[in-house]
């Protein structure tokens, strides 16, 4: 009998970041600044000891070398005492050649 795969809705595929990729990031008058595990063109994944309701609205500036990218995002997953999936929900226009360019770069490096 063949084990079923679970379905992923995942749109985009995933980059993990080495340990020098941060965001800072504010929700609903909380402020933070936290390591990015993971990276695609559709969200992250911030690691934080402090957990958001899903569905919880965030700004998030990324702090790298390719410049200033700025988004939108909401919680879509919560891990307690780890993280926090965030799905983007806008990029700013003239930020995503650079979001682009840290996607290569991060591919690049793994």
């Known amino acids: ?14 980059v993990a970041t080495p340990g020098h ?7 609903l008058g909380y402020d933070d600044t936290s390591r990015v595990r993971d990276l695609s063109s559709g969200g992250l994944f911030v690691q934080t000891r ?16 390719e410049g200033q990218i700025r988004a939108e995002a909401v919680v879509r997953h919560v891990e307690p005492g780890r993280g926090l999936g965030l799905q983007f929900t806008a990029v700013y226009e003239e930020d995503r050649p650079r979001l682009a360019g840290l996607m290569k770069r991060l591919r690049a490096f793994g």
């Open 50 to 65: 402090k957990t958001k309701s899903v569905g919880a609205k965030t700004n998030v500036h990324f702090l790298v070398e």
């Open 21 to 27: 990729v941060y965001v800072y990031w504010s929700s």
């Open 1 to 14: 009998m063949q084990q079923q795969t679970p379905h992923s809705r995942r749109f985009s595929s995933r």
